[in-house]
């Protein structure tokens, strides 16, 4: 079997079945999905991000909308902002990229996102929904992950789990997922961090490893049991004079290295990250679907 887990292969598919869903909605004279993105400032990494977000939403047919603001704009001029996509009917969902300048406090914006519209799952209320088990959204990374072993057909039930990291947006969400008592759950979740002691001995007992870390290649054979399921979310560019771009794409673990000891891995790139987009657009549907039913 194919060692490698083929992230673009499958967010491909995914993506088809939502455009056939676009396709079917419009013929019957609804409108498109419509996602819209909030970006304060010049971060490179949000505005490439952003920008991918504007092709994925073409490729499947939704909507995309971008709201631009420089850097220097106020917490309430922001807020405002938010009230308006809160209340405009047109949109679906909306994410706030984050981080926002520091004089603006993320913790106060992110109360302000409509729970129905928050489609990256920021919002405390859709957080506990997710750790109540009845989530409306799910986090677009850990859920690009858990739909990235469905579709591998990698059962995660009763199965030793070790999720590196413990980060609101990767770690922590994934680990609840992984350890719900439902279909895709069913794990013993351990979850190591910076403070963990032995990480190499305890990630050594997983029969799937997760690692986001943001630690470049730093998970080495030595960290794998022999025929684990290894699952890089790590994404890093590292400057290199080899490649005619000046730089390399990798992960949190060392791909090369761990290739021979595990039973499948998730390339970087090409594995985990071609399914944050598709698992965003699901939640757009999502949103979409729960505003057709309540009108
Ligand atoms: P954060 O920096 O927010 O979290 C990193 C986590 O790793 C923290 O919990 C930290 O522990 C832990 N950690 C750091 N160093 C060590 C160490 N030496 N040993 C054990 N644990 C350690 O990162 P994110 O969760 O935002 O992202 C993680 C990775 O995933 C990054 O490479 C990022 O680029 C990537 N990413 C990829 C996405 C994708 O779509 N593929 C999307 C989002 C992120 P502590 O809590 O103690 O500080």
């Known amino acids: ?30 409108t498109a ?32 909308s971008v709201y631009k603001f420089p850097e220097k704009t106020s917490e309430q001029d922001l807020s405002e902002v938010l009230d308006f996509l809160n209340n405009d009917d047109e949109i679906d969902g909306y994410i706030l990229q984050l981080p926002l300048p520091k004089h603006i406090s993320s913790e106060r914006i992110i109360d302000k996102i409509n729970p129905q ?20 959204f799910i986090p677009a990374t850990p859920y690009g992950t858990m739909l990235l072993l469905e579709r591998a057909g990698i059962e ?13 947006i990767v770690g922590k969400p ?14 013993t979740v351990t979850v190591c961090h910076s403070h963990t002691q032995n ?53 949190d673990v060392k791909y090369d290295d761990v290739l021979p000891r595990c039973s499948r891995i998730t390339p970087v790139p090409g594995g985990v990250g071609r399914l944050t987009m598709t698992a965003l657009l699901l939640n757009v549907m999502k949103a979409y679907e729960e505003k057709v039913e309540e009108m």
């Open 1 to 30: 079997m194919e060692k490698n887990i083929d992230g673009k292969q499958i967010a491909d598919e995914i993506k088809s079945e939502i455009a056939v869903k676009v396709k079917s909605l419009l013929d019957k004279g609804k």
């Open 199 to 251: 990480l190499q001995s305890v990630c050594s007992e997983a029969d799937i490893l997760f690692v986001a870390i943001g630690k470049p290649e730093m998970i080495t054979a030595e960290y794998v049991k022999k025929g684990a399921v290894v699952v890089d979310i790590g994404v890093h560019r590292l400057p290199d004079a080899e490649s005619e771009k000046g730089y390399r794409i990798c992960g």
């Open 156 to 168: 995660t039930e009763g199965k030793n789990c070790v999720v590196v990291g413990r980060s609101n």
């Open 33 to 64: 999905p419509h996602l819209a993105a909030v970006i304060v400032g010049d971060d490179g990494a949000s505005q490439t991000y952003v920008q991918s977000i504007e092709r994925a939403c073409r490729e499947v047919g939704y909507v995309a």
């Open 174 to 187: 994934l680990a609840m997922l992984l350890s719900q008592k439902s279909a895709g759950g069913n794990a």
């Open 117 to 136: 519209k928050d489609v990256d799952c920021l919002h405390p209320s859709n957080m506990g929904n997710l750790l109540l088990g009845h989530p409306r």
